[in-house]
């Protein structure tokens, strides 16, 4: 899906696709640099943590991600003052997606760090970037893609473990229905999976787990923190990270009320 015009600021693709204005991006400077970047440049790359944010002052660039059929193009950032991110910014979690030049250009790059003191002190960025990211993070859950599938049985309790334990944290994943699904068989024979090896877990594209434990699962995810089969928590190490979640929550509050 392309990055919409702005159309309204009402509109919920406006929202989750927001322009920043001149005035924005100059506050912004202060907190990044301006880099040249040329097609083909890999910004970050699915998996990889703390990873800087850019915004879009010429050329563009493609959000995708892998799948097991080749990759899926996710959004394309072409306008002046697009940006990219969704909630591994803030979370420090694994990127879902890989950012890859399209057109050259110059982009605002800023670290992860930056990104965080800007959320903290800046009201008015704050509420457009969180907005955004938090959106986006809903739409690629209701679409459900995201660096891991999940394929299991409705009959197995490790497998409706596991599902709960990523609607909780809100990580997207596809999820094959063993019981239903017509290509089940093929996928099971392509990684030589025997039946009592359910659940299965593809993590980005890569490395395969049979039956894992929640904590198997959080750890091929990245997730910052210790797991058990029934909580996820997480240390906010100063003051800036606890102004910077507080927001978050707020803004949680604001998209489902």
Not at 75 to 104: M, N, P, Y
Request: overall charge neutral; glycine content about 6%.
């Amino acid at each position: 899906m392309a990055a919409p015009p702005i159309p309204s600021a009402l509109d919920a693709s406006t929202q989750t696709f927001p322009i920043l204005s001149e005035a924005h991006i100059k506050r912004l400077l202060s907190y990044g640099r301006v880099r040249q970047v040329r097609p083909g440049d890999i910004l970050f790359d699915l998996g990889d943590t703390n990873v800087s944010f850019f915004v879009v002052l010429s050329g563009s660039l493609e959000i995708v991600q892998p799948t097991l059929k080749g990759e899926r193009l996710i959004v394309t950032h072409d306008i002046h003052g697009h940006f990219t991110g969704e909630l591994t910014l803030i979370s420090g979690r694994r990127t879902l997606v890989q950012g890859r030049v399209k057109d050259a250009g110059e982009f605002l790059e800023i670290s992860s760090d930056e990104l965080r003191s800007v959320i903290a002190k800046d009201a008015e960025l704050s509420e457009i970037l969180m907005r955004a990211f938090i959106l986006r993070r809903l739409a690629l859950i209701n679409a459900g893609y995201g660096n891991l599938i999940l394929m299991g049985s409705r009959h197995s309790a490790q497998t409706l473990r596991l599902r709960e334990f990523l609607t909780r944290n809100g990580q997207p994943y596809t999820y094959v229905d063993l019981d239903t699904d017509q290509m089940s068989q093929e996928l099971l024979d392509r990684f030589h999976i025997k039946v009592d090896e359910i659940p299965v877990v593809i993590c980005a594209s890569r490395s395969v787990m049979r039956n894992p434990s929640v904590q198997q699962l959080a750890d091929c995810l990245g997730f910052n923190a210790t797991v058990d089969e029934s909580r996820f928590t997480t240390s906010w190490s100063s003051e800036q990270d606890r102004q910077v979640w507080r927001r978050l929550f707020m803004l949680l509050r604001k998209v489902w009320t």
